[in-house]
């Protein structure tokens, strides 16, 4: 589908960059030589945009350019984590914008430019994404490092750069002439845009004149997704940090509109307060957000991941061959379920090889293609329990020289400022040593990022995901696992709940208040059902590769999800006019 093909988005156009939808975030992951990313919420927004690309979709994007990267991770024998920055150069890779627009942070002019990535989709339509950057020499030493390090610095620093983002994105888009009827808030660091758009609204008049129906303008133009299911995941800063680096006049304006909470400016609340759609990232998310947030209408759309990205290069071969038209329409990976067993075994097997080698590369170390394998990788934060398969490592002992072995890899970083995730990194890998032997192989791979992201979910056997419960928004990794034919071993939580079929798509471990007691049922699962499918019924396991794809890798991706972005989100049809009425105005003309 492309959209700007759609009569009723075309009505939508307008004079100048006709760029119909702004698309924020704080970090975007565009390319695996581009470090301006961290995790799940950077890859999510890179995918999305991807597909916009594909689609057609008339649509710019605000980042910044993060000259530093965020961390490059090393683990020592230890499991102890050190990092470093990640410099790449703006200049080598992307294009300059002329405009430099100013933004008082501080009481300071920030000068910020822009420099452009064209992303190209499947049909060769672009999406310019703009990565904002103060390193300009007519800038305060202090201000020209804010565009530096992603999740870096202090507070003040986080809150400097959210003014970036949000007001000087708005100022970039205005100067190069875009004029958006939408603009995606995509977590709640980009929520000072809201602010910016008042300013336009008000042509220079002081915030404090601001009307009601001023500020309804800005709520007409604006859409916002929250990702956190805790409050502690939401940015807060204080008053006084406020005042001091947004500004006098700034600071009451937050306060009047209801952004303040519990005495600290809340981003989120912010972004609620001028939102007219916002969406939860899984179904359950979205009742958890409800509960969270219930003065506000919260809907949900589920997070996908961008299907041609993250399907391993034998796998795109097979898609290639059975469904010639996958990359333009994801939904005929429904089909999949056609595809001859012997195939999805020798493309699954292709993958496998290829992480074989990597892990090889890395570590050394040799692990067999005929031995099941286990995946692990994401951000290392203690909700996510990585070791919850440790519990009782005596008995995971015991299942791997029953059936004959087992290798389980793990990857993931933690935050710099994160010691219970470095301590969890630490515990993992302390371990993994004292269990290894000829049958039980584990092995924690340093520095997880989109490589070794897309090498882990294309090349073992099943992905495990053990969250405590209900702090999984939405999760994705299991979305690119499943577009390889990986089925998910997973807590439910998150996309699991809508993704699981139980011995179809993968397993559920169920619900126990007790860690232990969920641990207990993820080991039955492994030695009453997933490991004598593998080692003794290898076609049935096939076919559940197979349904794996054909349910979930047709569902869970960036179109489907961005589709219904548009319908609901950016332009639901009391936005725009009827294809009728403009077909009837494209005919008097
Ligand atoms: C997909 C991805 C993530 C997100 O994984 P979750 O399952 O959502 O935690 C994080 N990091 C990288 C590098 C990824 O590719």
């Known amino acids: 589908m492309r959209f700007d093909n759609l009569p009723r988005l075309a009505s939508l156009d307008c004079a100048g960059n006709n760029r119909l939808a702004a698309y924020f975030s704080m970090e975007i992951a565009v390319s695996p030589a581009i470090p301006t990313y961290s995790g799940g919420l950077g890859v999510l927004a890179g995918d999305t945009l991807r597909a916009a690309a594909d689609m057609g979709l008339p649509l710019a994007a605000v980042t910044l350019a993060h000259r530093l990267g965020y961390f490059r991770q090393h683990l020592d024998a230890n499991g102890v984590q050190t990092g470093e920055s990640q410099p790449w150069s703006p200049e080598s890779i992307l294009a300059p914008e002329e405009p430099i627009v100013t933004v008082t942070i501080e009481g300071r002019p920030v000068a910020i430019k822009a420099w452009r990535y064209d992303l190209e989709g499947v049909t060769g339509y672009t999406i310019p994404i703009y990565f904002l950057d103060t390193r300009l020499e007519q800038n305060d030493p202090r201000d020209q490092i804010l565009t530096d390090h992603l999740y870096g610095g202090d507070s003040d620093y986080r809150l400097r750069q959210e003014a970036v983002l949000g007001m000087g994105g708005i100022r970039i888009l205005d100067a190069l002439d875009y004029h958006p009827k939408v603009y995606h808030m995509n977590e709640g660091h980009a929520a000072l845009l809201t602010i910016a758009l008042l300013e336009q609204q008000l042509h220079g008049a002081p915030l404090g004149s601001a009307t009601e129906e001023d500020l309804d303008a800005v709520r007409e133009l604006c859409v916002f997704t929250t990702h956190t299911p805790v409050p502690a995941g939401h940015d807060r800063f204080s008053a006084e940090q406020a005042n001091r680096i947004l500004g006098m006049e ?70 290639d061959r059975h469904l010639p038209r996958w ?4 939904l005929a990976l429904r089909y999949a379920i056609d595809i001859p067993e ?207 794809i054909a349910l979930n890798g047709s569902y869970f991706n960036t179109q489907r999800m961005l589709e219904q972005y548009v319908q609901n989100s950016y332009f639901p049809e009391s936005l725009v006019q009827s294809p009728a009425a403009t077909l009837e105005h494209s005919l008097a003309k």
């Open 250 to 319: 700034r600071a009451p304006l937050l306060e009047r509109v209801g952004a303040f909470h519990d005495g600290l400016l809340n981003m989120t609340y912010l972004a609620l307060r001028f939102s007219r759609f916002v969406n939860g990232v899984a179904m359950q998310h979205g009742i958890v957000s409800r509960e969270m947030f219930p003065e506000y209408s919260i809907e949900a759309i589920t997070n996908g991941v961008h299907a041609v990205t993250w399907t391993s290069p034998s796998f795109q071969a097979t898609f």
């Open 342 to 548: 012997a195939e999805i075994k020798e493309a699954h097997l292709e993958s496998k090889r290829a992480l074989i080698a990597a892990v090889k590369d890395r570590s050394g170390i040799e692990l067999l293609p005929e031995i099941f394998t286990i995946g692990f990788a994401r951000r290392a934060a203690t909700y996510k329990r990585s070791d919850l398969l440790f519990t009782d490592p005596e008995r995971l002992v015991r299942c791997a020289h029953e059936f004959g072995g087992l290798q389980i890899l793990y990857s993931g970083k933690a935050h710099p400022a994160d010691e219970p995730g470095k301590a969890m990194i630490r515990h993992v890998i302390e371990l993994a040593k004292q269990l290894d032997s000829d049958v039980l192989k584990i092995i924690y791979l340093e520095n997880y990022e989109w490589n070794l992201a897309a090498l882990l979910t294309g090349g073992v056997d099943l992905w495990l995901n053990t969250p405590k419960r209900p702090y999984e928004a939405s999760g994705t990794s299991g979305m690119k696992a499943a577009l390889n034919g990986v089925p998910s071993l997973s807590i439910l939580d998150g996309w699991w709940i809508e993704g699981w079929i139980e011995g179809v798509t993968g397993w559920a471990i169920a619900d126990h208040d007790e860690d232990a007691g969920e641990a207990t049922s993820l080991y039955e699962h492994l030695e009453q059902v997933i490991l004598p499918l593998y080692y003794h019924q290898p076609d049935q396991w096939r076919r559940i590769m197979r349904s794996t």
């Open 327 to 330: 990359r333009q329409d994801n």
